[in-house]
DNA sequence: CGTTATTTGTGCGTATGTATT
DNA sequence: AAATACATACGCACAAATAAC
């Protein structure tokens, strides 16, 4: 899940973690059986024992290993269950250059109730805009963003959101953050289980009907007015949400 | 996730690490302001420039930071982005305010060799009690919580844990938390979508089968050993998880 | 029980490359 | 073109944890 850009070359230590990423997800390394040490894969790879220590934190960090000193490097997955996840929303989230979004369906006023609702609108009436979020060529998420009027319409003018299939990565929020007034000062986050729709599915790659992780995001400005309703929709087979909370702050 | 090990003194990458985060959230460099530059901080620190790298991988890892080639270290604006997750581990152990706890499964001795190797045990063998937690008589929630051993044993004198049906507001881990040694530093949450087994829809009164949102918790101690690890599911048509999030304006 | 070998962790020095200003 | 700043890579030394003898 680290980055790189994709046009550079992919350097030594880059390498060795893509490869040890691959055969650990391969089940190469199975119920937590021991890695090579540094000094074997070094050797190995024909690099210096610093660089595969590089890498093997990028594996670390990836949650795919477990260091231990004195004893060695242990895969954590386990090859008897499905469950992928190499990556987790946040992680994908976060670095929005490394992942791409794809506009399906285009800026429009549309009706609809509950996000009118949600946001707090008089009317039925929103603008809504779907894509898909991808990273490597695979698309890992399926959003909807429900917009007032006054915000669709202030964001009509964005070539992004008014032309078939064009890609950015970008943020629909930080589009909206960059022309508003009020900034954006708080997001209420709801987490569900929901069911992939047809078309959902058909941009997921999973059966209709599956199981998927579903978060809603509000986002307020600083006057608590509504500006965004986003849907989005995880497969979790693949990704799951990971967080991590920390105490004491010093 | 940050590895390492474990009794010993701070090491000065870590301290690095821990005194720029503090002042990241206290807000010192809001507005994605640059941060000094490797080799201002390496003098200032007295170290090399290669153990504040080390430090700022961390960070990066952590999403605390962007660093661009040329320019220098900037502390991740919430705006270019989105807003990140500001949860704490005071919120999760502040659960039980309004929610009630009954033990179904007594404190024990088991084996289970998925939990144990979460926790990092050599062994197979962790304690564990199962719960269900109710909002007006209402149960919303099943839990099973797996302890090393050793905390284990230092929880069987808990008369919660050890007599059948007993009723409570607390939570495990701030049980826990009081009779450690090193207090409680850090959770790691992940959130996917389970499965309802047998016993759990009995308890949730759903079918089995039915989708429920899974959320694993890992807790760690101020020496990065876990300590507890709780895994829970919710009838996601009763209970949807919800955070804020609030951004930092200064 | 201590000793030794193995393995990971920390810290520093150096050199070179690449991107930005 | 030059200076600045981060990225990669290698080398070395020593510390700390573990396991085996």
Redesign the interface.
């Known amino acids: 899940m680290r980055f790189v850009a994709s046009g550079t070359r992919e350097s030594s230590y880059q390498k060795v973690a893509r490869e040890l990423r691959g055969q650990i997800l391969q089940g190469l390394y199975a119920n937590?059986r021991q890695l090579p040490t540094e000094f074997a894969l070094a050797t190995s790879y024909g690099v210096s024992r610093q660089t595969v220590r590089r890498a093997f934190?990028d594996l670390?960090?990836d949650?795919l290993v477990?260091?231990?000193?004195g004893r060695g490097t242990f895969a954590?997955m386990?090859s008897d269950t499905y469950?992928r996840?190499f990556g987790?929303v946040?992680?994908l989230?976060?670095?929005?250059t490394d992942t791409q979004l794809t506009v399906t369906s285009l800026l429009n006023r549309k009706i609809d109730i509950i996000a009118a609702g949600r946001l707090g609108l008089d009317s039925d009436v929103v603008y809504q805009v779907s894509f898909i979020r991808s990273h490597d060529q695979t698309p890992f998420c399926v959003s909807t963003v429900s917009l007032p009027p006054e915000v669709g319409q202030m964001l009509s003018s964005e070539k992004l959101l008014t032309t078939t299939g064009s890609q950015s990565n970008a943020?629909i929020?930080?589009l909206i953050?960059k022309q508003l007034k009020d900034?954006?000062?708080?997001?209420?986050?709801?987490?569900?289980?929901g069911?992939a729709s047809e078309s959902v599915a058909g941009h997921l790659g999973c059966e209709v009907g599956t199981?998927?992780?579903r978060i809603d995001r509000l986002?307020l400005d600083?006057r608590n007015k509504p500006v965004e309703l986003a849907t989005s929709y995880f497969d979790?087979e693949l990704y799951?949400?990971?967080?991590?909370?920390?105490?004491?702050?010093?």
């Open positions: 937590g934190q670390l960090a949650g477990t260091r231990i000193p954590k386990k469950i996840q987790s946040e992680d989230m976060a670095l929005s943020t929020i930080g953050d900034p954006i000062a708080e997001a209420q986050q709801s987490i569900t289980v069911r199981s998927l992780l986002y600083t979790s799951s949400y990971r967080i991590r909370l920390r105490r004491d702050i010093s």
